[in-house]
């Protein structure tokens, strides 16, 4: 990476990285993966309005690759055009660990994860995409592959209810067979660590997943996979609009908690359903 790159790399604090004529510029490129290697079928568009704000919350799959966020990503291009600004909220490891990787994932709209980010995208009038599962959501065991598991983490909540936007939530059936996670020994490598072992780029991983799947065959640790080519389905449930919002209601734990067990709630029965039909099919 050039010197100059680097002097441009926001580190996700930045709304003005966002390129839509690069992004235009991709959207052949995925298309191709749309069609033809994931097959993509999704459905529930027509509840997201052609305008205003939205925060939408999905539930992550398939390691590293993220197959169903990409393709997320390419649907709200398809549906609302490279111009209407998106931000989604983006690990603040990956600048570290790939300034390249994070560089483009500016300019195709990805911010840090960070509350403030958040706010200042949604103040801009833009909408937000975060999975709050993270790490743990992305290598959930393969068991564990029709669960909705959004890692307990509610800030995404508190930000719903701050800035008084809708949630709309977003499942995925599909993109959890484009690897095979078999188990997480974060536990135990955790132990080595406060042993003296190192992590790996100083950044504590948080999960440990043994997966197989393609280059590698059998994986240790985080890796970046490659997708197998599974058929991927998405829906976008109905908005949820919470009873009550505002800064007030964001400081009351008592009702995040419940809001976030109601979309949890939410997302899993939408994800039986989605699963239901198309075991039927």
Not at 73 to 94: A, C, E, I, K
Not at 138 to 145: A, G, H, I, S
Not at 232 to 256: E, M
Request: charged letters at 15%; one cysteine or more; proline letters at 7%.
């Amino acid at each position: 990476m050039s010197q100059n790159s680097k002097s441009n790399l926001t580190n996700g604090w930045s709304l003005n990285a966002r390129n839509p004529e690069l992004i235009e510029s991709f959207m052949p490129f995925w298309e191709w993966f749309y069609h033809y290697y994931f097959r993509v079928k999704t459905d529930g568009w027509h509840h997201i309005s052609s305008q205003g704000k939205v925060l939408l919350v999905g539930s992550h799959n398939g390691g590293l690759a993220t197959p169903d966020m990409v393709m997320t990503m390419y649907d709200w291009f398809r549906h609302f055009g490279t111009q209407r600004p998106v931000y989604g909220l983006m690990h603040n490891s990956v600048w570290r660990i790939n300034p390249s990787l994070a560089r483009l994932g500016e300019q195709t709209g990805a911010i840090a994860a960070h509350p403030k980010m958040a706010i200042a995208a949604l103040q801009s009038g833009a909408s937000v995409l975060v999975y709050p599962g993270g790490a743990q959501d992305l290598f959930r065991p393969y068991t564990q592959r029709n669960q909705i598991n959004l890692a307990g983490r509610k800030g995404f909540i508190k930000l719903a209810l701050r800035e008084e936007v809708p949630i709309m939530p977003i499942i995925s059936y599909g993109a959890h067979d484009t690897l095979l996670v078999l188990g997480d020994i974060y536990d135990l490598v955790k132990q080595f660590h406060d042993w003296g072992m190192p992590w790996l780029f100083n950044t504590d991983p948080e999960v440990f997943p043994i997966y197989l799947g393609l280059p590698w065959g059998i994986s240790l640790g985080p890796l970046p996979n490659i997708p197998l080519p599974v058929q991927i389905h998405t829906r976008v449930l109905p908005p949820i609009v919470l009873p009550k919002s505002g800064k007030t209601a964001a400081r009351d734990r008592v009702y995040v908690d419940r809001c976030y067990d109601l979309v949890v709630n939410t997302m899993q029965q939408g994800l039986d359903r989605l699963v239901q039909e198309i075991s039927i099919k």
